[in-house]
């Protein structure tokens, strides 16, 4: 019998932080799910650290193309009704999170179930819950949904295929999030936090690349009219980003994040 739920950790060179993500799953009160950490040929233990916990964890270690690559490969090997990813560095919120989102009936027609994320180690010390519900307008202008806090059906990534890893390298979940929702499929959205998300990762300390993919979505999935208003706002984006990336740790900076995202 299939287990309701697939897992998956995607990892490379993650050795200091794996450990954390995997006891965060085993802790789970829910036990209907089979969990795959996908490495990417890592050299510095990460794979010891996986194979501690072999009777549990089904490891692959060979070389991928990146992150979205390897998450192209755990959906091949997962046999859960639900996929859910978390990357190597991330948590589970709580021992029963996964508990209290299956034990309830699921409606046939959500093939997307999506909560909130905490952030944790934000270079500015303040950290933020972020979530609501989304509909397609939401990613005109900008990225909404971290798939830290995203259950989807297997069905659905049958049905509208898997992520584009090649076009989007940083960023191929909001793409995939954006197609999902073109074609019509139906979400909802849990207020309960899921898990703790890292930060600090890919697409964090790849903005200018992060935002460049925006764009190429835009112009892909929108009208002439989106597309304009982000070309028009580009530059700013930029700023933005060139700002983040050299005073990240400033004092007004901090007091920014403090005042507008602190919990």
Same mark, same amino acid.
């Given at each position: 019998?299939?287990?309701?739920?697939?897992?998956?950790?995607? =990892?490379?060179?993650?050795?200091?932080?794996?450990?954390?993500?995997?006891?965060?799953?085993?802790? /789970?009160?829910? +036990?209907?799910?089979?969990?795959?950490?996908?490495?990417?040929?890592?050299?510095?233990? +990460?794979?010891?650290?996986?194979?501690?916990?072999?009777?549990?964890?089904?490891?692959?270690?060979?070389? #991928?193309?990146?992150?979205?690559?390897?998450?192209?490969?755990?959906?091949?090997?997962?046999?859960? $009704?639900?996929?859910?990813?978390?990357?190597?560095?991330? =948590?589970?919120? #709580?021992?029963?999170?996964?508990?209290?989102?299956?034990?309830? =009936?699921?409606?046939? #027609?959500?093939?997307?179930?999506?909560g909130n994320i905490k952030t944790k180690n934000h270079p500015s010390g303040s950290d933020?819950t972020q979530g609501q519900s989304i509909t397609l307008p939401d990613f005109y202008y900008?990225?909404?949904?971290?798939? $830290?806090?995203?259950?989807?059906?297997?069905?659905?990534?049958?049905?509208?295929? +898997? @992520?584009?890893?090649?076009?989007?390298?940083?960023?191929? #979940? /909001?793409?995939?999030?954006?197609?999902?929702?073109?074609?019509?499929?139906?979400?909802?959205?849990?207020?309960?936090?899921?898990?703790? @998300?890292?930060?600090?990762?890919?697409?964090?300390?790849?903005?200018?690349?992060?935002?460049?993919?925006?764009?190429?979505?835009?112009?892909?999935?929108?009208?002439?009219?989106?597309?304009?208003?982000n070309k028009m706002c580009s530059p700013l984006v930029r700023l933005k980003i060139y700002?983040?990336?050299?005073?990240?740790?400033?004092?007004?900076?901090?007091?920014?994040?403090?005042?507008? @995202?602190?919990?």
């Amino acid at each position: 019998m299939s287990p309701i739920l697939s897992i998956i950790t995607v =990892t490379f060179n993650a050795r200091a932080v794996l450990e954390e993500t995997i006891l965060s799953v085993l802790q /789970q009160s829910f +036990t209907n799910y089979e969990y795959w950490v996908i490495d990417g040929e890592s050299n510095d233990g +990460t794979i010891d650290i996986a194979k501690k916990y072999s009777n549990k964890v089904n490891l692959i270690s060979e070389k #991928d193309w990146g992150i979205y690559d390897a998450m192209n490969k755990g959906i091949s090997k997962a046999k859960g $009704q639900w996929i859910y990813f978390l990357n190597a560095g991330d =948590t589970l919120f #709580d021992n029963h999170v996964l508990q209290n989102i299956f034990e309830t =009936t699921i409606a046939e #027609d959500v093939a997307l179930l999506h909560g909130n994320i905490k952030t944790k180690n934000h270079p500015s010390g303040s950290d933020y819950t972020q979530g609501q519900s989304i509909t397609l307008p939401d990613f005109y202008y900008r990225f909404w949904l971290c798939h $830290q806090a995203v259950f989807t059906r297997r069905t659905a990534f049958d049905r509208i295929g +898997t @992520y584009n890893s090649r076009d989007y390298p940083v960023s191929a #979940d /909001q793409e995939w999030f954006i197609r999902f929702l073109k074609a019509g499929g139906k979400a909802l959205y849990i207020n309960r936090i899921i898990a703790h @998300y890292e930060v600090v990762g890919e697409s964090f300390l790849k903005r200018t690349q992060t935002h460049s993919e925006h764009l190429k979505m835009v112009e892909t999935h929108f009208n002439w009219w989106i597309i304009l208003q982000n070309k028009m706002c580009s530059p700013l984006v930029r700023l933005k980003i060139y700002l983040i990336q050299n005073y990240s740790t400033s004092k007004a900076y901090m007091l920014y994040r403090r005042l507008f @995202y602190r919990d």
